[in-house]
């Protein structure tokens, strides 16, 4: 749970520095660069609160993240919002964000398999 809470201020911290001081640079590259990244952390911080608010439903919300990530890039695709960025971004990052810890509680609390044929 601590871990859930310093992704949380992560994301403000990164939200503030977005406002005093990213916000302001000449590289649109690099804005955007720090945008896709401060919201990937939002989402890892969502998925995280979610799956603490939820701890049985890390597989419903992998499905959801990953059904929403398809569906929001179809949408992009079909409605030719490819020159919307900032858009772009914030959509993929925080699907990707939220199926970052899903997958990754998935993947520990999986059952170990027993080899029991001797194979090395």
Not at 94 to 115: E, H, R, T
């Amino acid at each position: 749970m601590s871990l859930t809470g310093l992704f949380g201020l992560l994301y403000l911290g990164l939200d503030l520095f977005w406002h005093f001081h990213v916000r302001f640079l000449q590289s649109r590259a690099m804005a955007i660069g720090y945008y896709f990244a401060w919201h990937l952390v939002g989402g890892i911080a969502l998925g995280m609160f979610l799956y603490v608010g939820f701890p049985k439903g890390a597989k419903a919300l992998l499905t959801a993240s990953a059904i929403l990530f398809v569906a929001f890039n179809v949408f992009v695709i079909v409605r030719h919002l490819a020159s919307a960025t900032l858009f772009l971004c914030l959509g993929n990052s925080l699907a990707i964000g939220v199926l970052i810890p899903s997958a990754a509680v998935l993947w520990l609390n999986q059952p170990k398999k027993n080899n029991q044929s001797g194979d090395v």
